[in-house]
């Protein structure tokens, strides 16, 4: 009986080792071809460095706080710096542990998800170990079913998210608001506070700012800096206290505006520029905008919810006392948000083409992950409204497997091709 035992657990040990092996792995790869991509800047650094801690490494968080976990947007960190502790996004594009998510999850889940509970089957992330607690906004049917997953192996506060953006769709929320308070100061054993409060909209405050003079940075044309490696700034913020983030990002701001000054650009050429929008693009599944900039396109827009979204609108406070700041975080997570997960999206399109305007694109990239219905159901009404305005979109369904990577390259390529064509000055045959 006892050699049945050590057996097992000798198959469990290779088994977490195998997992382990692959996870590193892969996120090194792609950190690697991040770093090779022509035009780093120099201060990218710490974010690569935050990453391979996560990934690579399998470390913990660098802070002296309490961590809780979020798997949406819609969570504000406002409330979780005020109550002492620091929000950690826990949404992965990690292969292994999709793989693993695979078996106990239904076959059309989507990736994220099964990423999700790969890990949860784990255990071998700290990131998920060290969370005093989990808050899971509600925003598919997917999600409200890992909720129940979630919920037997931590101290999880799900939270529902209307369909509607009326006034007591936003009451609700922030009756969830306050029962969110009571739990992270159960969780972390410290009171929120006006105080406090208005020190974590400071805080998210700093971060948006150098956030916002990044995006106009990054609208310089010739380009002062690539798509993937906006992308991978944003990913690292996941794992990053905000004001560590916002001074990381500032020495990046000071660093492309030096550029800028001397000339230097990413390349000297007109490179098609191409927004991403559709399901989230997470670390380390960067391969869609790694192939685009590979293949000589560059992303210029990002709509994803793991890229700007997720923190280029602040919140906006008219009534200064405690519950007009509640309402401020309430009003910035619903109002404006363009997740799918409204039944009335407009605001989504306005965010579209004012992205492209902004951003002088020339074509969308429409992602989506494979099982991701609320992305999937918009996309003929988007191609339809950008068709209006000449603007090419081409639909990429993927997950975080790596057998696809041909094909999306065919597509991408194509693709690519496709708008330099439509670029191209027309020549008169002479008369």
């Given amino acids: 009986m006892n050699m049945i035992s050590q057996n097992e657990l000798e198959k469990r040990r290779r088994q977490e080792q195998r997992f382990i092996d692959k996870e590193t792995q892969t996120a090194a790869k792609y950190l690697r071809r991040i770093a090779e991509l022509p035009g780093a800047p120099e201060s990218i650094t710490p974010f690569l460095s935050t990453l391979e801690r996560i990934y690579v490494n399998l470390q913990g968080v660098y802070t002296n ?12 960190q406002e ?3 005020a109550a002492g502790a620091m929000p950690v ?12 998510g695979d078996d106990v999850t239904p076959r059309d889940a989507c990736p994220l998800v099964k990423a999700v509970a790969g890990f949860l089957q784990t255990g071998l992330m700290p990131v998920y170990r060290d969370c005093k607690m989990m808050v899971l906004p509600v925003t598919c049917d997917c999600k409200k079913k890992i909720a129940g997953m979630l919920k037997n192996s931590c101290n999880l506060m799900t939270m529902h998210i209307p369909a509607s953006r009326g006034d007591d769709d936003i009451d609700e929320y922030i009756r969830q608001l306050y029962e969110l308070m009571a739990r992270l100061e159960d969780a972390t054993g410290n009171a929120i506070t006006y105080d406090t409060l208005a020190e974590g909209f400071r805080m998210v405050g700093r971060a948006q700012y150098e956030l916002s003079e ?43 505006k030096q550029k800028a000054k001397n000339k230097q650009t990413v390349t000297r050429k007109e490179l098609p520029r191409i927004l991403l929008t559709g399901s989230p693009i997470v670390f380390p599944n960067l391969k869609i905008p790694l192939i685009i900039e590979e293949m000589g396109g560059i992303v ?3 709509e994803t919810c793991m890229g700007e ?6 919140a906006v406070i008219v009534d200064d006392s405690f519950d007009g700041m ?6 910035r997570a619903l109002r404006p948000c363009p997740c799918p997960t409204f039944a ?6 306005f965010r579209l083409k004012q992205l492209i305007k902004d951003n002088h694109i020339q074509g969308v990239i429409y992602h989506v992950l494979r099982g991701c219905l609320v992305y999937d159901f918009e996309y003929k009404k988007i191609e339809e409204e950008l068709g209006k305005l000449g603007i090419p979109v081409i639909r990429l369904e993927s997950d975080y497997n790596e057998e696809d990577i041909e094909q999306l390259r065919i597509r991408i390529e194509a693709f690519i091709e496709l708008i330099k064509l439509r670029q191209a000055p027309v020549r008169r045959k002479a008369v």
């Fill in 326 to 331: 509640m309402r401020a975080l309430a009003n």
């Fill in 309 to 314: 979204r997720g923190m280029w609108d602040p």
């Fill in 214 to 256: 990044f995006i106009r940075l990054k609208k310089n044309t010739p380009y002062l800096i690539r798509g993937t490696h906006a992308m991978a700034m944003m990913n690292a913020a996941s794992y990053m206290q905000a004001d560590m983030w916002a001074y990381a990002m500032s020495r990046v701001n000071a660093e492309l």
């Fill in 300 to 302: 210029a827009g990002d």
């Fill in 65 to 76: 706080r309490p961590t809780v976990g979020t798997y949406c947007v819609m969570t504000p």
């Fill in 79 to 81: 409330l979780i710096y």
């Fill in 89 to 100: 996004k826990l949404c992965s594009g990690n292969y292994t542990a999709f793989s693993i």
């Fill in 344 to 349: 009335d999206n407009s605001q989504r399109l």
